[in-house]
């Protein structure tokens, strides 16, 4: 089993550009989240998907970012335009089950500088 | 609603001594508690978790933590450090009567420093 692969690793842009990360979940896993990590603020849930449906948003930041999951196996996460303090790690997750009871497995999460 | 937090930013033990990290939660009902580690430049790794049961829950390289209801507490364990145990550590919970939120909430992290 690959894991929950995530791409790209690193991404380094310049302020107003788009961004746009990618996910792939474990096979078989029906809960999707993004998380976005950093030294001041920690770990902050962004948006949380089930069987593909986007349930909780309240963690997005602003209309700026958005995401997206077509189908089992893929999520995007976009950020339009991009701001430097928009850099931080950015980690996807998934999990099977809804109801909380079930661990993450989390990607390796893609370092995103904004310069 | 649910809330974690862990009182210690950082702690630092001796290779071979105990190690405890600590963590305190506050649900309305019965918690589904959980513990993840993070490696430098790598994701979030599941340790163990608290469902119901047994107080005493066993994880993965030795550790352990135990569910405390009366201290509203998840101190995560373990009886004898590795300088291989230097990581970020991640407490979380979920309440289960919260209903619609499905999401676990993780604390802060805790720096674990292990010295030679």
């Known amino acids: 089993d690959a894991g929950v692969i995530q791409s790209p690793r690193h991404e380094v842009t310049e302020m107003g550009q788009e961004v746009t990360l990618r996910c792939k979940p474990i096979?078989?896993?029906?809960?999707l989240f993004w998380y976005r990590q950093t030294m001041m603020r920690g770990l902050e849930l962004l948006i949380y998907?089930?069987?593909?449906?986007?349930?909780?948003d309240s963690g997005m930041p602003e209309d700026r970012f958005s995401a997206k999951m077509p189908n089992a196996s893929f999520s995007t996460l976009k950020i339009q335009p991009s701001e430097p303090r928009d850099s931080a790690v950015y980690f996807c997750?998934?999990?099977?089950?809804?109801?909380?009871?079930?661990?993450?497995?989390f990607g390796p999460g893609t370092r995103l500088t904004v310069t | 609603a649910q809330s974690v937090a862990q009182p210690e930013d950082q702690v630092n033990v001796a290779e071979g001594n105990p190690l405890t990290v600590k963590c305190t939660y506050s649900v309305s009902g019965n918690p589904y508690l959980f513990w993840y580690v993070q490696y430098p430049n790598r994701g979030l790794q599941f340790l163990l978790k608290y469902i119901t049961g047994d107080n005493l829950v066993k994880g993965s390289y030795g550790f352990e933590a135990e569910f405390n209801k009366s201290q509203t507490s998840f101190h995560l364990k373990k009886p004898s450090a590795l300088v291989s145990d230097s990581a970020l550590y991640f407490c979380a919970v979920r309440d289960p009567p919260s209903g619609g939120s499905y999401i676990p909430t993780f604390g802060r992290g805790t720096s674990l420093i292990v010295h030679p």
């Open positions: 998907f089930n069987n593909n449906v986007p349930i909780d």
């Open positions: 997750a998934s999990a099977t089950g809804t109801s909380g009871i079930n661990e993450q497995y």
């Open positions: 096979s078989g896993h029906n809960s």
